[in-house]
C-alpha cells in the first residue's frame, strides 16, 4: 500500500519533458518533488504561478510565495507572476498538458467528485470545474477507499460532481487505474498489494487483463 509521497512519485512518471502542469490540492501538490531531473516541465498554480517548485525545506519558508491551497513554495528560475484572470486564460484556453487532481469519489466513466460534501461547509468551487472541463489529461491522486474502508471507485459517484467524463486515469493507494470503454482498466498494482484486494476495494467495474505488475519508481 502507497503512501501519499508513493502516490505522488508514481503519478511523477507521467509528467513528460516539456509539459505545463497544474497541480491540485493536496497530492498533486507533492508531485513538484518527484519529476525527474533531466525533463524541463513548467508547474502552473491556478492563484497565479507558472513555474513554481518543490515544497521548501524548514526555515527557507517565503510566506509571500504560496500556492492554491496555501502552503509556501518554491519558484524555479523564471517563474512568473500574475493575476488570476491570465491564470484561468491559461486553463480554459487549453494551454495546461496535465492536470492532476484529488478526488471524494471517481467514476467508472470518468466522473469526478472533488468539491463538496453536503452538509459540510466549503469555501466555494474554486478553479476546480474550470480545470476539469478544460483539461484533456486529467490525473486523480486519491485513496481507495475512505476511512470507513468504503470503495471511492464507484459504478456512479454519489457526491456533487466537479465534471463529467473527464478524469483518464486514477493512481490510488493501491492501483494504477485507466478509464476504458466506462470502465476502471487495472495497469498496475502497488508492491504487496494482490489482484483480490484492489477489485475488492473496487464498486465499478473494473477490468483485469492478465498479469498485473507491480509499480516501479
Not at 507521467?14 to 498533486?28: A, C, F, Q, R, S
Not at 495546461?96 to 472533488?114: H, P, S, Y
Not at 486515469?169 to 495497469?187: D, H, M, Q, R, S
Amino acid at each position: 500500500m502507497l503512501s501519499k509521497e508513493q502516490i505522488a512519485q508514481r503519478i511523477a512518471k507521467e509528467v513528460k519533458d516539456g509539459y505545463y502542469v497544474n497541480l491540485g490540492i493536496g497530492i498533486p501538490t507533492l508531485v513538484a518533488n518527484f519529476v525527474r531531473d533531466d525533463i524541463e516541465v513548467e508547474f502552473q498554480s491556478e492563484n497565479g504561478i507558472l513555474g513554481m517548485g518543490p515544497f521548501p525545506f524548514d526555515g527557507e519558508e517565503d510566506a509571500d510565495l504560496i500556492n492554491a491551497g496555501k502552503q509556501t513554495i518554491t519558484a524555479m528560475k523564471g517563474a512568473s507572476f500574475f493575476d488570476s484572470a491570465t491564470s484561468f486564460s491559461m486553463i480554459r484556453g487549453q494551454h495546461v498538458d496535465l492536470t492532476i487532481l484529488g478526488a471524494m469519489e471517481v467514476a467508472q466513466n470518468g466522473d469526478i467528485a472533488n468539491w463538496k460534501i453536503p452538509g459540510k461547509m466549503v469555501k466555494g468551487m474554486g478553479g476546480a470545474m474550470d480545470l476539469v472541463a478544460s483539461a484533456e489529461n486529467i490525473i486523480v491522486a486519491m485513496m481507495h477507499t475512505n476511512r470507513a474502508g468504503e470503495s471511492k471507485m464507484l459504478k456512479q459517484c454519489s457526491l456533487p460532481l466537479t465534471g463529467v467524463n473527464c478524469v483518464k486515469k486514477v493512481v490510488t493507494n493501491l492501483a494504477v487505474l485507466e478509464i476504458e470503454n466506462g470502465k476502471f482498466k487495472l495497469l498496475e498494482r502497488a508492491p504487496g498489494v494482490t489482484v483480490e484486494e484492489i477489485n475488492a476495494a473496487t464498486e465499478g467495474d473494473l477490468i483485469i487483463d492478465g498479469d498485473i505488475p507491480e509499480m516501479t519508481f
